[in-house]
């Protein structure tokens, strides 16, 4: 079992940056990789970033050139650093896990961008 608290989400005006911290508890020693997915009002949940244990990147084409992800392992923590942010992101972000073939949600945290 892996459980996933996320934070950092709130109010930003366009152009702006957040940061969003996802903190993994549990059988961290199996996960394969963690990362980030959003789901606006009325659309489908995307992805926006994962990172495996290894170090690899993947990331939505929405969000290319503008959200970086990192993990601090120590910490047992993946970090989405979000800058020029548009109102098109705001959405509802889900931090997401998988560990030895099952996937762990966390509670999500909205992010609106706003002026």
């Known amino acids: 079992q892996v459980q996933l608290v996320e934070s950092g989400g709130g109010l930003v005006q366009p152009g702006g940056s957040l940061r969003l911290s996802c903190e993994a508890s549990?059988?961290?020693?199996?996960?394969?990789?963690m990362g980030w997915h959003r789901q606006a009002p009325g659309k489908e949940r995307e992805l926006v970033a994962r990172i495996t244990s290894g170090g690899s990147t993947r990331f939505g084409d929405p969000v290319k050139g503008r959200f970086t992800i990192s993990r601090d392992n120590a910490k047992n923590t993946v970090y989405l650093q979000m800058n020029s942010l548009k109102p098109e992101d705001t959405a509802v972000y889900y931090c997401?896990?998988?560990?030895?073939?099952?996937?762990?949600w966390g509670q999500g945290t909205q992010v609106t961008v706003s002026s």
């Open positions: 549990g059988s961290i020693s199996s996960i394969n990789w």
């Open positions: 997401r896990a998988i560990s030895n073939g099952y996937e762990y």
